[in-house]
């Protein structure tokens, strides 16, 4: 079982920039794809990105196109999303997960979770 720890979340103004990161353990992270959601309070959880095994695919949903910008680094079993011109709507908790060998596209879909790193943004 891959586990996952996410950091760099924290509270930033309206306009700013913050670099998470989510470190995997376990041999087999270039194997899979890996996703980024975010759940505000009252909100369902919801995909933000998600990148390929090899990096060479990448997703966005339609509310951070432009804005944000994920990557991965095989060597070191991390993938970082960077945001940039964070809005308010933007706060919420933060999730990196594993993708399944399925595919997919909504939270059933990834099969290892990291506990969450709240993203706050004041207006």
């Known amino acids: ?72 680094d095989n060597a070191k079993s991390t993938v970082y999303p960077q945001m940039n011109s964070l809005k308010p709507e933007d706060t919420a908790i933060y999730y990196c997960a594993l993708r399944g060998t399925k595919g997919g596209m909504g939270p059933a879909d990834f099969t290892s979770w990291g506990q969450g790193t709240q993203v706050t943004v004041s207006s």
């Open 1 to 72: 079982q891959v586990q996952l720890v996410e950091s760099g979340g924290g509270l930033v103004q309206a306009g700013g920039s913050l670099r998470l990161s989510c470190a995997a353990s376990g041999p087999t992270f270039s194997s899979y794809a890996m996703g980024w959601f975010r759940q505000a309070p009252g909100k369902e959880r919801e995909v933000v990105s998600i990148i390929s095994s090899n990096g060479a695919g990448r997703y966005y949903a339609q509310s951070v196109q432009g804005r944000f910008t994920i990557s991965r």
